[in-house]
């Protein structure tokens, strides 16, 4: 009987901390911006309420955030946040080159009794990605000799 007691309040502890940790997200969708080598002392990590779906393009402007596209893809591909990288650096004519892009990472609600949901790559462009409150998105500056960081 001990041993079921110790158990269940180990469960509960265990619960009662996942619940705490979630309990602050339930209204918000959690972004994190990496600028990486375009800018290293940047990097923002701020709760955005949401109590209902968004569209991740969406949710970046609801965040005060300026996203540029491409000519040939639109706002389907991140090329530029709030002007970075530069014009001279990225001409965001058809795709960024596969060795400096804005990485789109998403990390679901974390649902208990499993809780082991991890940091992703976006399986959607970021005009089709749906966020549900409590979800986290991070897009992250990737470069030459520079290394992609899950928050």
Do not use: H
């Not at 940790?21 to 918000?28: A, Q, V």
């Not at 990590?45 to 965040?63: G, H, M, R, Y």
């Not at 089709?128 to 000799?145: H, M």
């Amino acid at each position: 009987m001990k041993k079921i007691l110790i158990s269940l309040a180990i469960f509960i502890i265990a619960f009662a901390g996942l619940q705490g940790i979630n309990k602050s997200n339930n209204d918000c969708i959690n972004l994190y911006i990496d600028y990486g080598q375009l800018d290293s002392d940047t990097k923002i990590t701020k709760c955005i309420d949401s109590s209902n779906q968004i569209i991740a393009l969406d949710f970046l402007k609801k965040a005060d955030l300026k996203i540029e596209g491409t000519k040939k893809y639109g706002l389907g591909v991140v090329c530029r946040i709030n002007g970075l990288p530069d014009e001279k650096a990225e001409s965001c004519e058809i795709m960024p080159p596969a060795e400096a892009y804005w990485a789109i990472i998403i990390k679901e609600k974390q649902v208990i009794p499993f809780p082991t949901k991890e940091w992703g790559w976006g399986q959607l462009a970021i005009d089709q990605q749906r966020l549900y409150p409590g979800d986290s998105i991070g897009l992250v500056w990737t470069g030459p000799k520079g290394e992609l960081k899950f928050p």
